[in-house]
């Protein structure tokens, strides 16, 4: 872990011509604490004494996909560990460099499944709104990390389109906020687009995938529960978590507040070879969710993007290590392996 940081000086021990600096309004603090990520991939191997794999970083790769990764997810990486599961999902490496067959820009069919501006239908009854771009953190194996967000952002003209569309298809009961992270929008366009989504009256659910509780646990503000606890719809919480080290305090702290104001709260994990391609690592990680009051739900094999193949773990491999789990857990404790597939009418179990 990286050291903590010394404790300032309490104010009678200070000089007498210092100044603190002014702090950080709560209304504030998770945007403070996201202009702070570490954006410098040489920058996050000095912070955990790791300089000298710094000729593994890939210049290209970072240009074409900014690493960006929260200092309080930085603190859970093992200081001096050049294989710690954390670093491997956000360090730009010369691995992802590789054209590698098979893999593609657009792995799961999201140009095809487009039906109004930021919007995607793949499956019956519920439709997927790209609300923003942006993520607290850039996780090196995202399936998006190609995907035309200045283009296709429903957010970008405050969700007409995409609304005018649900409206219109009294067949949608389920929308799901996805991104990027949908929690990377202020708390007032996520007001802005609810309050428009409360008018139409075939809508039951709504769904939000984010993985700012875990890597920016300061987003689950006061602010953000007051959204939540007024949202007229049952609400699920789907997190990301891949490895049991992604939880402390503070990220029990988020999900608990989370759970007190209703959310229905899942976990969905990516295999990912290096990162959770072992029993251990993925027993402690369904134990440790659960623990902090989340449902494991899925486990994902790889989405075949290109520049993500050093992380693929064969589907024999997959079924191995999801026999073992079952093996060992609780039924409720063992997510399902599953792969999306292009044209498929729901997830595809493997």
């Given amino acids: 872990m990286i050291p903590a940081a010394p404790l300032p000086m309490q104010p009678d021990a200070m000089p007498a011509d210092a100044s603190l600096p002014a702090p950080v309004p709560a209304a504030a603090r998770w945007q403070h604490a996201w202009r702070q990520a570490v954006r410098d991939p040489r920058q996050l191997l000095a912070l955990l004494g790791l300089e000298q794999i710094s000729a593994r970083v890939s210049d290209a790769a970072a240009a074409q996909f900014p690493l960006r990764v929260p200092r309080g997810f930085i603190a859970r990486m093992r200081h001096g560990d050049p294989h710690d599961p954390l670093l491997r999902q956000v360090l730009p490496l010369d691995d992802e460099d590789r054209i590698v067959p098979g893999f593609g820009l657009d792995a799961v069919g999201d140009g095809a499944a487009k039906t109004a501006n930021g919007m995607l239908q793949k499956y019956r009854g519920r439709a997927l709104l790209v609300a923003t771009g942006s993520c607290a953190v850039n996780c090196r194996y995202c399936f998006r990390r190609h995907f035309p967000y200045a283009e296709e952002t429903a957010a970008r003209d405050g969700w007409r389109d995409a609304v005018a569309a649900i409206a219109a298809d009294p067949s949608l009961e389920e929308i799901i906020l996805s991104g990027g992270d949908p929690l990377s929008l202020a708390t007032p366009k996520l007001a802005e687009l609810t309050t428009q989504l409360a008018a139409i009256p075939h809508l039951r659910r ?145």
Avoid at 273 to 297: C, I, K
């Fill in 206 to 350: 709504l769904r939000i995938h984010s993985r700012l509780p875990v890597v920016l646990p300061e987003r689950v503000d006061a602010d953000l529960l007051h959204w939540l606890s007024a949202l007229p719809w049952p609400v699920a919480f789907v997190i990301h978590a891949n490895h049991a080290n992604e939880f402390d305090a503070s990220v029990d702290t988020a999900l608990a507040r989370l759970r007190g104001n209703g959310a229905r709260l899942l976990n969905q994990a990516v295999l990912l070879r290096g990162v959770n391609d072992s029993v251990d690592a993925l027993a402690a990680l369904s134990e440790r969710s659960f623990a902090a009051g989340v449902l494991p739900y899925y486990l994902h094999q790889l989405d075949r993007v290109q520049g993500v193949a050093h992380f693929e773990v064969p589907d024999t491999q997959a079924r191995s290590l999801h026999a073992a789990l079952a093996a060992r857990l609780s039924g409720y404790l063992v997510p399902r392996l599953v792969r999306e597939v292009p044209g498929d009418t729901g997830k595809r179990p493997l």
